[in-house]
């Protein structure tokens, strides 16, 4: 594996794919409680799981991005259980 350190514009560019997934992730486990069609219900409930593995993944290559702070470990408090 690479493990050259990012670029400051890839690691910009990272950061904000990684506040993307996040915000579809949040947003998908909103809608999954005032929807009412089961089909849909599992559709957003595969996004919500392919979402999680994505920000996991982006997190990983995220560690070698230039900057001085640690990346976060710890899961955030779910909005809905």
């Given at each position: 594996?690479?493990?050259?350190?990012?670029?400051?514009?890839?690691?910009?560019?990272?950061?904000?794919?990684?506040?993307f997934k996040?915000?579809?992730?949040?947003?998908?486990?909103?809608?999954?409680?005032?929807?009412?069609?089961?089909?849909?219900?599992?559709?957003?409930?595969?996004?919500?799981?392919?979402?999680?593995?994505?920000?996991?993944?982006?997190?990983?290559?995220y560690a070698?991005?230039?900057?001085?702070?640690?990346?976060?470990?710890?899961?955030?408090?779910?909005?809905?259980?």
């Amino acid at each position: 594996m690479n493990t050259q350190p990012l670029a400051p514009h890839e690691s910009m560019e990272l950061h904000e794919a990684l506040n993307f997934k996040t915000l579809c992730l949040a947003k998908s486990k909103l809608m999954q409680g005032i929807v009412f069609d089961q089909e849909l219900k599992d559709l957003l409930q595969k996004d919500v799981e392919q979402s999680t593995q994505a920000i996991a993944d982006l997190q990983a290559i995220y560690a070698r991005a230039p900057f001085q702070g640690p990346v976060p470990q710890n899961r955030p408090t779910p909005i809905l259980n």
